[in-house]
């Protein structure tokens, strides 16, 4: 009877333990889970924010390299122009020669 009762109080002992155990569980993990997916959020917020400013800097440099390559072009248009205009004047001034 002495070992029953022993046991009963190892019983009801472990049945404390347990729901102790249980309690602290129930209220840390979720905390516990929080942090971990906050921390996840957070760092995928930062990682969206510097992909942001990363694409905005390589679309600023696209457009500086398109604004300079469109430069460049309407240089070299304008210097063929105006070596047509040169040489339509010169024809010009050949004929006008001929015909005084």
């Not at 404390?16 to 906050?38: D, E, M, Q, S």
């Amino acid at each position: 009877m002495e070992a029953l009762t022993v046991f009963v109080g190892e019983v009801a002992d472990w049945t404390k333990y347990g729901l102790a155990g249980f309690l602290v569980g129930f209220i840390i993990g979720p905390l516990v889970v929080r942090l971990i997916t906050g921390g996840t959020i957070r760092a995928a917020r930062r990682e969206g924010e510097q992909l942001i400013r990363n694409a905005e800097v390589e679309g600023e440099a696209i457009k500086q390299r398109s604004e300079l390559e469109a430069e460049k072009k309407a240089t070299r248009r304008r210097e063929e122009l105006e070596k047509e205009i040169e040489a339509s004047r010169s024809e010009i001034k050949q004929t006008q020669s001929r015909l005084a």
